[in-house]
C-alpha cells in the first residue's frame, strides 16, 4: 500500500500526531526502529506510520512510570485536580482536530467523533471533581480499647490497555480517574488507532503533565510486551477494555504478581420491547442502542427481542429508519454509517447475516455489502432470527439488527439471561413497575429504561459474569486506582474513648 498525502485526509491536523513513543515525557523511536502502518478503513489507505514498541521500550516505559510514582502520589490533590480541569478545556478546544484525528483512523462519521471527544472530556471534568473527594474514616473499635485511621492510597504504576472502537473516550476513562488518584500509567493503545492516544498524550503534556507520569507505547506485539511487564512484579493495577477471551488471558497473567484488575469485556446485550411499548421510543432507542458507533459498541444491542403483537410493525418502521442512513466515508458531510475498522471486522459480520438467513431469518432491509473500497456494510434488520443462529451467541459488532419475538415476560428474561455475558440489557415498556422489576432481574450490570444510551462519566460502567470486573465513570471509577489502609492506635489505660 502507498502512504496517502495527509492534505488529502486532515491536513495538517494528522501531521501534527505525534507519531512516536512517550516515554518519561519524551517522544522517541522504538529501541529496534520497528514501525506499523495506520490504515483509513473507508479508504483502504495507509495515513502514516508510527513508532512500534518493542518489550525493550515497554519496560522503559514501565520504568518511568516507576521512577515518577512517589513525587506524583505526593503531589497534592488539589493540583491533579487543576491539571485535569486544564485537560478538559484542551479537549475541548481541540474538538475538531481530535474528530478528524479519530474518523481518519477508526472510520466513524465526523460528528459522532466530535460527541466523542466531547464525552471523553467528560471524564477529565468529572475525575478532577473526584480528586478532591477522596476520603478515609475514624473510628473507635467496639471494645473501646484503640482507634482506627483508614485512609485510601494510589495503588501505584498502571497498564491501560485501550480498545479501537472510542479510542479517545476510553483512554480518557482510564487516564483520568489514574490522574485523580495519584497513580502513574502506561498506555498501550489498539494498534488499529494509536494516533488518537498520541494525540490525547500531547494534549497532556501541554496541560503540565509531570514527564513519566503517562507513557504511551503503541505496539503490534502485545503477546510479547504485555505478559512479561504484567509479571514482573513493577505493574499494581491492570485495566483493560476488549474481548472477553483477551480479558481471561490478562486476568491469569495478572494472577502471578496479584495485580489488582479491572475489566470491561464482552457483551451479548438484550434489547427488549415489550407489548406496550411507544414504538417512536422502541425504534429511535434502538437506533441508539443498535447504530451507535456502526454497532461497533460492547453496549450494541445483539438480541432484539420484540411481543409478538408489535413485532412486524416495530421490524418495518426500525428498518425504514435504518434505511435512511447514508453509509459511507466518515469525513464526507451527511454520512452517519461508516466503515468496519477492517476487512476481518467486515467479513465476520457477513458470515454471521448469511448464518442466520440459511437458518430462516427474513431480511426486512439492507442485507447487502456495497462494492468498492472500503470496509462498509449496509445497516440490515433480520426477523425471525433462529435459535442456535450464531448472531444470538456472538458479539456481532456491526450495523445488523436480530429480531426475535416472545409471548411472555417470562420467556423474554429467560432468553435475556441465556448467556454468560452480562454487561447491558434495554427494556422498552410504559410500565414503570414493570420496567424497573425487568431492570433488577436482568442479569446484567446496566440497564437503558426506554433509551438506548447507558454510557455516562456519572456513572459506574462495567458488567457481571464474563463481561468483566470493576467499574469506570461515576464516584466507584477513581476507587479502582486506590488502595485502603488502616491505621491503629490503642487508647492508653485511663483515657477516655
Known sequence: MTIVDPVRTGGAVLAAVPTRLLIDGEWRDAADAARMEVVNPATEEVITEVADASLADVQAATAAAAAAQASWAATPARA???????????????QDDLAVVMTSEMGKPLAEARGEVAYAAEFFRWFAEEAVRVDGGYSHRPDGTARTFVLKQPVGPCLLITPWNFPLAMGARKVAPAIAAGCTMVLKPAP???????????????????????????TSRAAEVVE????????????????????KLLLEQASKQVVRTSLELGGNAPYIVLADADLDVAVEAAVQAKMRNMGEACTAANRIFVHRSVAEEFAQRLADRMGTMPVGDGMVDGTLVGPMIDAASRDKVVRLMEDAICRGARVVGGGNVPAGTGYFVEPTVLMHVQPGSELLSTEIFGPVAALVTFDTVEEVLAAANDTEWGLVGYVITQDVD???????????????????????????????????LGREGGRLGIEEFLDVKYLSLPIREGARA
Open 192 to 218: 488499529q488507532t494509536p494516533l488518537t492516544t498520541l494525540a490525547l498524550a500531547q494534549v497532556l503534556l501541554d496541560v503540565g503533565l509531570p514527564a513519566g507520569v503517562l507513557n504511551v507505547v503503541p
Open 80 to 94: 491533579r485536580s487543576e491539571l485535569l480541569y486544564r485537560a478538559y478545556e484542551e479537549v475541548m478546544r481541540r
Open 228 to 247: 512479561p511487564v504484567l509479571t514482573g512484579g513493577t505493574i499494581r493495577k491492570l485495566s483493560f477494555t476488549g474481548s472477553t477471551a483477551v480479558g
Open 434 to 468: 414493570l420496567a424497573f422489576e425487568m431492570g433488577e432481574r436482568l442479569e446484567v450490570g446496566m440497564v437503558g429504561l426506554n433509551t438506548g444510551l447507558v454510557s455516562t462519566p456519572s456513572a459506574p460502567f462495567g458488567g457481571i459474569k464474563h463481561s468483566g
